[in-house]
């Protein structure tokens, strides 16, 4: 089964296309990548599937794309409201 694991960093967007048994899991995936490995900076925590959250036991189907998602540096809330209040003024 084919399956894509993605990290997205701000300059550049890391790929690595598998071919896994059925029943791999996304954590099993991530692991099998090498990105761990290769970008010890991740930090492992919130991960999904085309952009849906999923728990790392979640099964894997074909042609899934897991992502592996960084924490947030700023408070989504927080950044629209300063810019309408510099909007405002």
């Known amino acids: 089964m084919r399956v894509e694991v993605v ?3 701000p300059q550049q967007q890391e790929r690595v296309l598998l ?6 899991t996304v954590l099993e995936a991530i ?3 090498g990105l761990l490995q290769r970008l010890p900076q991740i930090e492992l925590g919130r ?3 085309w952009g849906r959250p999923v728990s790392p036991d979640t099964r894997l189907r074909e042609w899934d794309r897991v992502e592996i998602y960084r924490p947030l540096t ?4 927080e950044v629209r409201r300063e810019r ?6």
């Open 7 to 9: 990290y997205a960093l």
């Open 19 to 24: 071919d896994l048994a059925h029943g791999t």
């Open 31 to 33: 692991e099998a990548s």
């Open 47 to 49: 991960v999904g599937i």
């Open 74 to 77: 700023a408070d989504p809330k």
């Open 84 to 89: 309408a209040a510099r909007a405002g003024k």
